[in-house]
Nanobody
Framework: QVQLVESGGGLVQAGGSLRLSCAAS????????MGWYRQAPGKQRELVAT???????NYADSVKGRFTISRDNAKDTVYLQMNSLKPEDTAVYYC????????????????WGQGTQVTVSS
């Protein structure tokens, strides 16, 4: 079984920083892209950032210049460094990975973490 486990959420004041981590574990054959989405109360889940296995990244306009996504392929872990946080960044942040599990070779599917709460106070 494959799991994605996030950590690093919490409460921070506006202008502060947080670093989220997400580790994939289980019987994994390969991981393609990894990324972060978020969902604020009453809103749809939205893309925050993604990163390919080669390190190419993509960001939502709302976080460009403030958030940085990175990954450690040896640890099957993706990170999200969030700086200059704003109250509108408050949301549950979800990790996602497109990966091939050994039990389902050769098919790739998207896996999701359980989410971690980020709250930015004004």
């Amino acid at each position: 079984q494959v799991q994605l486990v996030e950590s690093g959420g919490g409460l921070v004041q506006a202008g502060g920083s947080l670093r989220l981590s997400c580790a994939a574990s289980g019987s994994i054959f390969s991981i393609n892209s990894m990324g972060w989405y978020r969902q604020a109360p009453g809103k749809q889940r939205e893309l925050v950032a993604t990163i390919t296995s080669g390190g190419s990244s993509n960001y939502a306009d709302s976080v460009k210049g403030r958030f940085t996504i990175s990954r450690d392929n040896a640890k099957d872990t993706v990170y999200l460094q969030m700086n200059s946080l704003k109250p509108e960044d408050t949301a549950v942040y979800y990790c996602t990975a497109g990966l091939v599990a050994t039990s389902s070779l050769p098919y790739m599917r998207d896996y999701w973490g359980q989410g971690t709460q980020v709250t930015v106070s004004s």
